[in-house]
């Protein structure tokens, strides 16, 4: 079992930057892969970006160069640096981790945290 836990969400202007955390309850270490997702009212959730245990990254199209996905292993603790918000940016975001006990893989997701581009 992972707890994770994001926090750092919030109201920003457009054009303004946020830091989210999601914060692990045990070693990411031995979380092979963890992510960012985001859902926006009426819409389904979708992916941001991922980073595996070796550090390799993903990111979705419409926030490549704007946002940067990190893990400090020594914290537990993974991030997501939003830059140049946009008001489509909107929505919850999830951090989401993947453990495996081969052959079953479990994911774990946090509770959201809101953030908010608005003028």
């Known amino acids: 079992q992972v707890q994770l836990v994001e926090s750092g969400g919030g109201l920003v202007q457009p054009g303004g930057s946020l830091r989210l955390s999601c914060a692990a309850s045990?070693?990411?270490?031995?979380?092979?892969?963890m992510g960012w997702y985001r859902q926006a009212p009426g819409k389904q959730r979708e992916l941001v970006a991922t980073?595996?245990?070796?550090?390799?990254?993903n990111y979705a199209d419409s926030v490549k160069s704007r946002f940067t996905i990190s893990r400090d292993n020594a914290k537990n603790t993974m991030y997501l640096q939003m830059n140049s918000l946009k008001p489509e940016d909107t929505a919850v975001y999830y951090c989401?981790?993947?453990?495996?006990?081969?052959?079953?893989?479990?994911?774990?997701w946090g509770q959201g945290t809101q953030v908010t581009v608005a003028s």
């Open positions: 989401k981790g993947t453990t495996t006990n081969w052959p079953t893989v479990y994911d774990y």
């Open positions: 045990k070693s990411i270490l031995s979380i092979v892969a």
């Open positions: 980073i595996t245990s070796s550090g390799s990254t």
